[in-house]
């Protein structure tokens, strides 16, 4: 019962080749789909960016490089593509995650306190 696919599910590409990949869920509260990256020099997750309902962003560090688009809550898929595979670090995993995003406020940052 997996509720979020990734396809393909493997990829090889050679230098200056172009990545496209296809993330998609079931699940009909979700409306944000994450992309991470996990490169052999830094095990950590990266994340790429993420689309939220149709809005997609795209983290600073990643800003050039990739692109991320979709529409996650309607047709419950996101993309991400990288025109072409640029730096050692591009030769990684990729990953992507779905979930229902959340939203709040801090409340403390709403009111000014008197001095």
């Not at 979709?70 to 995650?97: I, Q, W």
Request: glycine share 4%; charged share 20%; net charge neutral.
């Amino acid at each position: 019962t997996d509720k979020v696919h990734q396809t393909p599910t493997a990829k090889l590409k050679g230098p200056e080749d172009k990545v496209n990949l296809t993330c998609s869920h079931t699940v009909s509260s979700y409306n944000m789909i994450l992309w991470y990256q996990q490169s052999a020099q830094n095990i950590a997750l990266k994340l790429i960016g993420y689309v939220w309902n149709t809005s997609p962003t795209v983290e600073d560090s990643f800003k050039g490089r990739f692109d991320v688009s979709g529409d996650a809550a309607a047709n419950k898929m996101a993309y991400l593509h990288f025109p072409k595979v640029t730096e050692a670090e591009d030769s990684a995993v990729y990953f992507c995650a779905a979930r229902e995003a959340q939203c709040f406020t801090i409340p403390s940052l709403l009111y000014k306190n008197p001095l």
